[in-house]
């Protein structure tokens, strides 16, 4: 077996022996935690305490950095949505939204509307799953282990339809620019609808055992708690703003899709706390669950890829949608700049595009929701005790995959 | 005498095969089917498999995707510091030769950094394929 060379990468920053000396200084003493930690692991914090209080937390972020951004830069557009997506799987029908979207502006495509409404509801089905993802962590950050068996329970089904509708569990690459991948079947219709109302009546019991038990009220409530000055001046997105009193959704302000033709309310909480941030999706859960139902019930029938990528492949009616998509290898992004905005299930995602003549990009920018909330993650964390750190950490739902692209 | 070492490596062997505890080393995006795989509905604890807080109680790594350069010195420092017997199952395309993230420059192939006894395949793998590994590792505990 070959040794990895873990000391011989010039100019690496990230091999230092010991990493208490980092703070050196700092009064009090430097708790090092991570990256394995009874938690989910690949992150590191420096906290500093005194006493049993947190004074300063210093993260130590990029132990998933895989270099999407650089890796999209030599290859052909249509390999982003399955590179793109790896930085937040059990989301990966939102995270891939905002490349879709620049690039279909790139290349001059506008979906179907059938289409459209079948982005969101994926998009949406992905949020629940997530969601319930970040409380099943949340569960085991707090010693709740039966939380997390209920949670997965009820994801597990989310896969298993995803299964069926797309192909695959967890990377779903459904959206493609010009359209979906795949169209939804009467079956599929009859089993998204079954899926939703098994949901609603499971979250009703998983409420009483881990949103309405008083020991995880205990540990959330009045922790880390964020003003919505503080969440404006950090830059927080998503949940975790709306948790503070920050009305901002992209869905609502921008509206993408078939967003601007639903009716739905965002959710909002006042406290800022980290009980806060866990109700407002937990109010989010029954959002989702609404549009969905809402998708099932006005669903447009028409073609769900775009006519002008029908129409250059004449065989598209033999070889079916996968003949269509070979379409791309022979189509040409318009030189220029475009950008993509969506809400993810934690929050903003932001593409930005620089394309050259050819298939290969000049530059992608992908900002993720995690990376944007991890500042007030270490904000929200400082004068508590040390004891609450996994519950204000787990309350932002850092991913660090997400984080750290 | 021979006898009574035989009877006590295999009553040992059974010990292992039904014990192996990975510790929370969750090194990149797989971890969701990871968690899937202990979720009740594949429920991996029914093969003895539950994952550990402290390392120096854990005896399997599942190296869960893609390790990067900065994680896999953890990596090394979490194998060593583990008892032995010890053993390593690595998941995902990431982990066997890059995957999706082919010629990055901040990854590392799993067999790079440690000894590895068994690969999943799959982006991610599903927690069958998971849970058929560690069938599997037990199966090679019991012949060794």
Known sequence: MTEWPFNQRVGSTFFIDAEEKLLEGRRGMVLVVGPQHPGSGHMRLFVVLDGDLITEVVPDPGFVHRGVEKLAENRPYWTL???????????????????????????GLEPPPRAKYLRVLMAELSRVRTHLYDMALLGIFLGHSTAFMWSFAIQDLYAEVFAKITGARTTISYAVPGGVRRDIKPSHVELVEKLLAKTEAKLRDFKTLFLDNPVTRARLEGVGTLDAKAVAELGVVGPFARASGVRYDVRKVHPYDAYGELDFEIAVEKAGDAMARTLVRWREIYTSIDIARQILKSLPESDVIDQALLFKNPEYRREGISGVLGVYTYIYPELGEYHGMAEASRGLTYVQLFTTSSQRLYRMRLVTPSWRNLRAMVEAMRGQRLADMPAVYMSFGYFPPEADR | ????????????????????????????????????????????????????????????????????????????YVYDQMPEPKYVLAMGACALKGGVFYGSYHMVPASNVVPVHGYISGCPPTPEGLLKAVTELQREIAAE
């Open chain 2, 1 to 76: 005498m021979k006898i009574v070492k035989k009877t006590i490596d295999k009553l040992g062997k059974w010990g292992i095969k039904w014990s192996l505890w990975p510790p929370h080393l969750v090194t990149a995006c797989c971890g969701v089917e990871f968690g899937h795989a202990f979720g009740s509905a594949y429920d991996a604890e029914r093969f003895g498999m539950l994952p550990m807080g402290s390392l120096r109680q854990s005896n399997v790594i599942i190296i869960e995707g893609t390790i990067t350069l900065k994680m896999a010195k953890y990596i090394k």
């Open chain 1, 81 to 107: 949505i399955p590179l793109v997506e790896k930085a937040s799987i059990m989301d990966s029908a939102n995270i891939t939204y905002p490349v879709v979207l620049a690039l279909e502006r790139a290349l």
